[in-house]
């Protein structure tokens, strides 16, 4: 059996048919000599510069992509949601088919102490581990003192290396105790460690638990910081340590010109612009053109801070 047909060729498809019911003549395009190529639909002329198709090129269609697509009508249906698994295989013999990633409902979470979620709480590994993976729509509250998104994996295994602030260090107006914080892995563009969950969950407890992004000290770890809906980010207490003596040459700075040109256009919008800022922490970054990731921060033992994130 042909595999099913994917959702970007399918969306082009449709609205091909959706516009020529009974048939056509359409000019070349890349979408449309993939059609062609991978289901012979249709004709091409001579020069190959059109495709020709009629009504029973149009129903040959349908048939294939209905017996290769879950059952539907090209001409009339949207494409399938993805499915976990389970799902999929109460009907289908491939349980993969149209299938999302099982770890696309589970989030990593860790803690210092222990987990506190659900009114519970629950017991940590005394051994070293990444954390516990979760599925995120059963987590109904978090019983901690914030939720912390952390950029980077090998924070999650590290946690007792941060050199975190205390209480009495924090100039701000809501008590933060990071030692008894919630830690959630922000996941990366892999598909099985999908970032989308991780936001979802994130977001789900805004205004109920403090929320704060630790990223790495770049333009794009500031730029993630900002748009993650977290409340504060948590950073080096002295951004200078960014110029740390380390051997080789820097090379990230260079490959982030997007998130600076982003960070400048932000700051403009933004309204606070104090030396307890990003936007100070930026302007320093602008200086030294260097970055500076979490391990570094971890193995080096360097200090952190929490800085308020404005709100526009």
């Not at 060729?9 to 979408?31: C, E, H």
């Not at 040959?60 to 009339?76: F, P």
């Not at 295989?89 to 099982?102: D, M, Q």
């Not at 994130?202 to 403090?210: D, L, S, T």
Request: proline letters at 2%; one cysteine or more.
């Amino acid at each position: 059996m042909k595999t099913a047909m994917n959702k970007q060729l399918y969306n082009f498809t449709q609205k091909l048919l959706q516009k020529n019911r009974q048939g056509g003549r359409i000019k070349k395009s890349a979408s449309l000599k993939k059609l062609h190529d991978e289901y012979h639909f249709g004709q091409f002329d001579l020069n190959k510069e059109y495709l020709t198709f009629n009504l029973a090129n149009i129903l040959a269609l349908c048939e294939e992509v209905k017996s290769s697509t879950l059952g539907i009508d090209i001409r009339n249906d949207s494409y399938p949601a993805k499915e976990d698994r389970l799902t999929t295989a109460e009907n289908n013999r491939n349980e993969k088919g149209n299938s999302y990633a099982v770890s696309k409902d589970f989030v990593l979470i860790n803690s210092l102490t222990e987990l506190n979620i659900n009114q519970n709480s629950h017991v940590i590994s005394p051994l070293a581990s990444l954390g516990t993976f979760i599925k995120a729509d059963e987590i109904n509250s978090v019983e901690h003192s914030a939720i912390v998104l952390v950029e980077n994996l090998a924070v999650m295994a590290n946690l007792n290396l941060m050199n975190l602030p205390t209480l009495s260090s924090l100039n701000l107006s809501q008590n933060i105790d990071l030692s008894q914080a919630l830690w959630l892995y922000r996941g990366d563009i892999k598909k099985q460690q999908t970032t989308n969950t991780s936001y979802q969950f994130f977001r789900r407890f805004k205004a109920q638990v403090p929320l704060i992004c630790f990223s790495d000290l770049d333009p794009k770890g500031i730029e993630i910081a900002l748009t993650s809906d977290a409340d504060y980010w948590l950073t080096l207490e002295n951004t200078a340590e960014v110029a740390m003596s380390l051997s080789g040459s820097e090379q990230e700075w260079h490959k982030q010109d997007l998130s600076i040109t982003f960070l400048l256009k932000q700051k403009d919008k933004d309204s606070v612009k104090t030396d307890n800022s990003w936007q100070h922490v930026f302007n320093q970054l602008l200086t030294y053109r260097k970055t500076l990731k979490q391990e570094h921060m971890l193995q080096h033992n360097l200090a952190l801070t929490l800085l308020k994130l404005s709100k526009n």
